[in-house]
C-alpha cells in the first residue's frame, strides 16, 4: 500500500536536503537530483528498502521544494509494498518507510504535517 505524507519546515530547503541525505544514508539512494536558482530549490532523492516483513522492496521518494525564505515543503511517498495484486496488505511497511524522514526532521525542526 502506497503511503504519503506532507510537512511544512522551517528551514532552508538546501540544509533540509543535507540534513537528510545524511540521516537516510543507512538506506540505499537510488537516485537525486536537485534544480536550484536563487528563487526556487526542489530536491528529489529515490531510496530503496527491503522489509523482511512483507518479503519486498519498498520504495521511497522524497521531495524539498522551497516555498518561501527560510521556509520548505517535503513530501514522502512509498510505494511496492506489498507482493499481491488482490490483498494489498504490507504489515506498515510503507507508512513506516514514507515516516522515517518525518521523524528525522521532527526530532530537529519545527514542522507541521499532514496525511
Given at each position: 500500500m502506497a503511503q504519503a505524507f506532507i510537512c511544512d519546515v522551517e528551514a532552508e530547503a538546501g540544509e533540509l536536503h543535507a540534513y537528510l541525505s545524511q540521516r537516510m544514508g543507512h538506506v540505499e539512494k537510488i537516485s537525486e537530483d536537485n534544480f536550484a536558482d536563487e528563487e526556487h530549490?526542489?530536491?528529489?532523492?529515490?531510496?530503496?528498502?527491503?522489509?523482511?516483513r512483507v518479503g519486498n522492496q519498498v520504495a521511497l521518494m522524497i521531495l524539498i521544494a522551497k516555498t518561501g525564505p527560510g521556509r520548505c515543503r517535503l513530501k514522502t511517498v512509498s510505494c511496492g509494498s506489498s507482493r499481491g495484486m488482490i490483498f494489498k496488505f504490507d504489515m506498515g511497511a510503507a507508512g513506516d518507510f514514507a515516516l522515517e524522514p518525518i521523524n528525522y526532521v521532527q526530532e530537529k525542526y519545527k514542522i507541521t504535517w499532514q496525511r
Open positions: 530549490y526542489v530536491a528529489v532523492l529515490m531510496y530503496e528498502q527491503y522489509f523482511w
